[in-house]
C-alpha cells in the first residue's frame, strides 16, 4: 500500500450532478508531504443497458480520479466493487451529493497515524439545506477516541441512530476488506459497516465539521421504501445480529 488515501464514491444518474462539488471540495484537502489521494468513483448501473454517459459528463478530467461503471445494486456494491482499484492504506467515503470541509482528510489521517490501535475514524456532519444553510446533529459525543461496543449501544438506545454519521467515515483499508466491506442491504449497508467496525476496534471522532451532507428532493434515503417498516426491521435486525456475532466472536483489531 502506498502513502495515499483512496476516496470512495458510489452514484447513479440522479446524483451525478452533484460530482463537481464533491470534486471541488476534495481538491481543498491538504494532506502531509508525502501524501496523496485517489478518487474512485463507481457508478452504479441500471442494468443491463449500455453506457448512456449521463453520469459520466460529470466526471473530471484529472489523472487521481478513475471511473468505471457496474451492475445496478445500490451503493454499498458499488462502494466494494470500487475496492478493486484501492490503492490507499485508508479508504474515505464521500457520496456523490455531499461535500468534504476544508482539512477533514487531514483531520481524518492524523486521527489514524498516530494511533495504531484505532481502527476507523467519523467526524461532524451537517446538513446541506437546498437554500444553502447547514445544520447540526443533537447528540454529538466529544472529541476522542470511541471505546468498541459504543457505537452499538447507542444506536439500540435510540431507535437505531447513530451518534457519528457513516457518512464521515474513514477506516484502514485492511480492517475494510476483512470485514467484507459494506453489507449487502437496499439501505443502511453503511450503517451495517459502522457497527460492525465498532465491534471489532476502537474508533475515534473528530468534533470539527468534516462533511456536508446535502438534503434534496431525489436523495433515495427520502424515498418512501427507505422507511417500509418491515423492511427496517429486517435491516436493523441483521445490522445488530452482524454486530453481536463480531463482537462475540472475540477477534479484536490491533
Known sequence: MTRRVTVVTAVH???ARFLPEAYASLCEQRLPDGW???????EDGDGEGEDSGEVRAYVPDDARVSFRRGRAGG?????????????GSYVKVLDADDQLTPGALGRDLAALEGRPDIGWATSRALDLLPDGSTAGFPGDPEEGP?????????WTAHDFRAQVHPATL??????????????????????GL??????V????????????YRKWEGQVTGRPAHTDPVEREARMTVVAARARALAE??????
Open 249 to 254: 466472536l472475540g477477534w479484536r483489531y490491533g
Open 146 to 154: 470511541i471505546e468498541r461496543g459504543t457505537v452499538l449501544g447507542h
Open 194 to 199: 459502522l457497527l460492525a467496525l465498532d465491534a
Open 36 to 42: 496523496e489521494w485517489q478518487w474512485l468513483i463507481q
Open 13 to 15: 444518474a440522479p446524483s
Open 75 to 87: 451503493p454499498g456494491v458499488a462502494r466494494t466493487l470500487a475496492l478493486a482499484r484501492a490503492e
Open 170 to 191: 474513514f477506516v484502514r483499508r485492511e480492517l475494510l476488506l476483512a470485514l467484507g466491506g459494506w453489507m449487502a442491504l437496499p439501505a443502511s449497508e453503511d450503517t
Open 201 to 212: 476496534s476502537r474508533g475515534w471522532f473528530s468534533a470539527e465539521a468534516g462533511l456536508l
